[in-house]
């Protein structure tokens, strides 16, 4: 069997989008606190390994398998261990497929910093990935409820989604706000609590993941001329969602920042994520331009509702996601010259096909992660202590720190306080160090 073309371009997008989750380690670990970043960046590279291995043994079958249960799940049995395929080009994709998976889960971490609990975040990842991702994305890719043929797709129109707009984002941000909400705030929670410790790193990463995203969006496109929508349209968008996102800082707060750039950014990708394959250039940059604005506008929201979402993947993703997946019902273009979306003379037909998988995925997801989320938390506990969290998770979990700060805070690996550099700064912990060690 020869190497064909298409084949090396699936396995470099697959690299590509494995690299997106490093990526979102460096993304996550600049925006965390100090005595925290470790501990963030664990969390996305642990969630390689777990739903590596899930994915290999059962995680594949139950996404792609011949279904059952109605068409909400394929069948995990099918397929265990991925033995029916070895010797066969199917790999090549199945190995692309998981790196979704990973990314995935691994976006959901953000919102809980601080105050997660490792040991539980290992028994939550292969749970949620099982119960939840594989379900959907099998639902929607793989011939379930959402597809063409299926209940919910037959009744209502099949939902274009391209790379992920209900099974990566939509998806990773309801599980996400569940979370927030079954963990609960951080001790001392308000406006202006946390701030990033380290903005340049939270650039790299966000330059990772624009980068790794351009095989996330196109390693399964089916033609020159689809690679070539797709790779514009997915420069596009996170440009316009970037420019949108800084106007709204520029208007609500003063200034634009460098945190909001590359949070805009990111928000467009999610935007784009769907609808790659489905709008022109300029309806990428009009849906951009709107999720980069929205977006930004949506973090604050967590201030007025009162749940601590550490990282805003709440206001990124879900919202986001949620205007990237419905914006197709008005901007997809037609195909052969049917269809579309709505400003293009296709009707509500689509529309209501996006609102329909995206309303069915919250709801899904909501609920089964609520599940998973109350068992945990009433058994081995989601939670760190209160003392453990005061100290730093990257201690109490990891007996590890980011950073060594010396006589700033006394900071070992084995010393009894973490502390970050705003803390330092806002509560005098320089003076009380030194008093305390005699200097």
């Not at 996550?28 to 590279?45: I, P, Q, T």
């Not at 939840?132 to 639902?139: I, K, N, R």
């Not at 509500?348 to 998988?357: K, R």
Request: with cysteine; glycine share 16%; aromatic share 10%.
């Amino acid at each position: 069997m020869e190497l064909t073309a298409t084949d090396v371009w699936v396995m470099t997008s697959a690299a590509l989008v494995l690299l997106m989750t490093p990526g979102l380690a460096f993304f996550y670990g600049g925006m965390a606190r100090a005595k925290a970043a470790l501990n963030m960046m664990m969390m996305s590279f642990v969630s390689i390994g777990l739903v590596g291995v899930v994915w290999v043994l059962w995680g594949y079958g139950m996404s792609s398998a011949p279904g059952f249960l109605g068409g909400l799940v394929g069948n995990p049995a099918a397929d265990f261990g991925l033995s029916e395929h070895v010797g066969t080009g199917d790999l090549i994709g199945i190995g692309f497929g998981a790196t979704f998976a990973i990314i995935t889960v691994a976006l959901i971490s953000g919102a809980v910093a601080d105050r997660t609990r490792f040991s539980a975040w290992t028994v939550f990842v292969p749970i949620w990935v099982t119960l939840v991702y594989c379900p959907l994305a099998y639902m929607v890719w793989g011939g379930g409820l959402l597809s063409a043929d299926g209940a919910i797709g037959r009744t209502f129109g099949e939902a274009i989604d391209f790379a992920g707009g209900t099974v990566v984002h939509i998806n990773a941000g309801v599980a996400a706000l569940v979370l927030v909400y079954v963990l609960g705030r951080r001790a001392g929670w308000s406006k202006g609590f946390h701030r990033p410790h380290n903005v340049p790193l939270v650039m790299i990463g966000a330059a990772l993941l624009w980068f790794g995203w351009f095989g996330f969006n196109g390693g399964a496109a089916g033609s020159a001329e689809e690679a070539g929508l797709i790779w514009v349209n997915t420069m596009a968008a996170p440009a316009a969602a970037m420019l949108g996102w800084m106007l709204v800082e520029r208007i609500r707060d003063g200034r634009p920042t460098s945190l909001g750039a590359a949070s805009g950014v990111v928000a467009g990708l999610v935007a784009i994520t769907p609808a790659c394959a489905a709008l022109s250039p300029v309806g990428s940059l009009a849906l951009g331009l709107v999720a980069g604005a929205g977006a930004a506008m949506a973090i604050g929201l967590k201030y007025r509702f009162g749940y601590d979402d550490a990282l805003d993947v709440v206001g990124v993703h879900l919202v986001a996601g949620l205007i990237g997946t419905v914006g197709i019902g008005f901007l997809a273009l037609p195909v052969d010259g049917e269809g579309g979306g709505l400003f293009y003379g296709g009707g509500f037909d689509q529309l209501i096909a996006q609102v329909v998988a995206a309303v069915f995925t919250m709801a899904f997801t909501g609920v089964l992660t609520l599940v998973i989320a109350l068992a945990i938390a009433k058994t081995i506990g989601f939670r760190v202590s209160a003392e453990d969290e005061e100290r730093g998770v990257d201690l109490s979990e990891h007996a590890e720190l980011a950073y060594e700060f010396g006589p700033l805070g006394g900071l070992s690996a084995d010393g009894d306080r973490a502390v970050s550099k705003d803390e330092v700064v806002e509560e005098g912990a320089i003076e009380e160090d030194r008093e305390t060690a005699g200097v």
